[in-house]
């Protein structure tokens, strides 16, 4: 009985840790707005654009999402919260320009919103052309 009690508590245990770094792995899925979802880049991807653009995301964006776009800046690392690769196809394939827009300078969170950061409207689709431009 008093084993069975055991296995019981440490099945238990079990399903509680499973949860727990299931609960801390899934990520909130994107709700964009149809307005950006929809909204169409206005800046050609030319070499230009990506050098711009690469300039902004050095200064703005990489102690978070790391120089390659990984997720793997400093800042990042510590923040515990997971960010998509955005070297992986599948990310490229799952959000349109529009949503990397909002999802680069609004965000859902107020600290993600880099609005004053990035005010030229056309520097931020550099930097949304250089995003996509990470993809291997
Ligand atoms: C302080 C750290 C930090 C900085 C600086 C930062 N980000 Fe993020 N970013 C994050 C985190 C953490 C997430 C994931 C948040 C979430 O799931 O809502 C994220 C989410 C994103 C996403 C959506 C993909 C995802 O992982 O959910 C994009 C695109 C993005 N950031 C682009 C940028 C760009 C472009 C810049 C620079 C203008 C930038 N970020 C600056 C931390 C940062």
Not at 8 to 32: E, N, Q, R, T
């Amino acid at each position: 009985m008093k084993s069975k009690n055991v296995i019981f508590l440490l099945a238990v245990s079990a399903i509680f840790i499973l949860g727990l770094s299931a609960y801390k792995l899934a990520k909130d899925p994107w709700k964009v707005p149809d307005t950006y979802k929809n909204k169409t880049n206005p800046v050609k991807s030319s070499s230009e654009s990506l050098e711009y653009g690469q300039e902004l995301y050095d200064m703005s964006c990489a102690s978070c999402h790391g120089a390659s776009g990984k997720g793997d800046g400093v800042k990042g690392k510590k923040m515990g919260i997971e960010m998509y690769d955005f070297t992986d196809a599948n990310f490229h394939s799952k959000f349109t320009d529009g949503e990397i827009y909002y999802q680069s300078f609004i965000g859902r969170y107020r600290w993600h919103d880099f609005r004053s950061v990035i005010q030229d409207e056309e520097d931020r689709w550099n930097v949304v052309n250089y995003v996509r431009s990470m993809k291997k």
